[in-house]
């Protein structure tokens, strides 16, 4: 079973930039989705963006415009490129394999169990 492991937090100004990277132990083939979630101090932990398994990208409403997300097949890695941070952005950063059933893919079902995370911190 792949494993997924998290890095990049750190603390960043209101405005402020920070790249996280998903690396796995093993290979992920392309045609499985990934998927970038975080949980903020007291709440659920919520999707933030991700490929299906299409490779389409997809954002939630909250980090559109802001976020970007990547992936290099050959390093097995995703990254989340995160601007103009704002300090909602705050949390721990986690990333995931959701689960697909033919062309849909279920951002609140995860395959793998949930990983350390990374810390990102934005002061205002």
């Known amino acids: 079973q792949a494993q997924l492991v998290e890095s990049g937090g750190g603390l960043a100004q209101s405005g402020g930039s920070l790249r996280l990277s998903c690396t796995a132990s093993?290979?992920?083939?392309?045609?499985?989705?990934l998927a970038w979630y975080r949980q903020a101090p007291g709440k659920q932990r919520e999707l933030v963006a991700g490929?299906?398994?299409?490779?389409?990208?997809h954002y939630e409403d909250s980090v559109k415009g802001r976020f970007t997300i990547s992936r290099d097949n050959d390093q097995n890695t995703m990254y989340l490129q995160m601007n103009n941070l704002k300090p909602e952005d705050a949390a721990v950063y986690y990333c995931?394999?959701?689960?697909?059933?033919?062309?849909?893919?279920?951002?609140?079902?995860?395959?793998?169990?949930w990983g350390q995370g990374t810390q990102v911190t934005v002061s205002s």
């Open positions: 093993g290979t992920i083939p392309s045609d499985k989705a």
């Open positions: 490929f299906t398994n299409a490779g389409r990208p």
């Open positions: 995931n394999m959701p689960r697909v059933t033919g062309t849909t893919t279920f951002w609140t079902l995860t395959l793998l169990p």
